[in-house]
Structures are given as C-alpha cells and as structure tokens.
C-alpha cells in the first residue's frame, strides 16, 4: 500500500515524502525502543512521537511510512529527516486504535 493510500485511509495528509513509499505490515508503538525491537522491514509506523528520533527508528527498522495521530505537527527537524530518509509523514486526526482499524487490511509488522 503507497503512503498516499494510507493517507485516503486515516483522513490524513502527507506531510512529507512523494506518496509513493510504500507499506506491507503496520505497527502501532510510541516507544521507540519496542518499535526497535518489534518492528519489521515494509511498515508503517502509527505513532504520536512526534520527533527526529522516531525517523531514526524507521530508519534501522526499515519502515518508510510513518502515520502522526492526534493531528501531531510535524517539526523541522522531523521533516528534514523524513526527507533525507525518504520516508513519507502523514499526519491524522485520528487515534493510534483508529487507525489501525483503518489498516486492519494490512498484516501485523513483526520481527
């Protein structure tokens, strides 16, 4: 699934990134270190962590869509990150549960 399609599905707006990532499994965490640890290659991140460590992650794990909830903002730093990793940022009003319910179509990311 491309970030844009992700997007369509969790009322949200790509932020950053082409649209064109793309996603297979979906992982929902707000601790960076369990995502680390849990996350697999192909997800999409569905998180309220809203800073450079969180594309750190993505990047080590292998994620290259991350959805903000709560319509978190995304900071500059965040967004110059997610761009040198390309990695796309999506920003939904939606809660962690709801958008995983908008994701169910996608297989749990594990490691």
């Known amino acids: 699934m491309t970030a844009n399609e992700i997007a369509r599905r969790v009322s949200g707006k790509l932020e950053v990134g082409t649209g064109e990532e793309t996603a297979s499994t979906v992982y929902v965490g707000d601790l960076l270190s369990d995502v680390m640890g849990h996350a697999g290659e192909e997800c999409v991140l569905v998180t309220i962590q ?29 967004a110059q990150g997610a761009k040198d990793e390309e990695v796309s940022i999506i920003v939904s009003p939606l809660s962690q549960f709801e958008v995983a319910m908008a994701l169910k179509d996608l297989a749990p990311s594990r490691k």
């Open 50 to 78: 809203n800073h450079l460590n969180a594309i750190a992650v993505c990047t080590l794990v292998g994620c290259q869509v991350v959805v903000l909830c709560h319509n978190r903002p995304v900071p500059p730093d965040m």
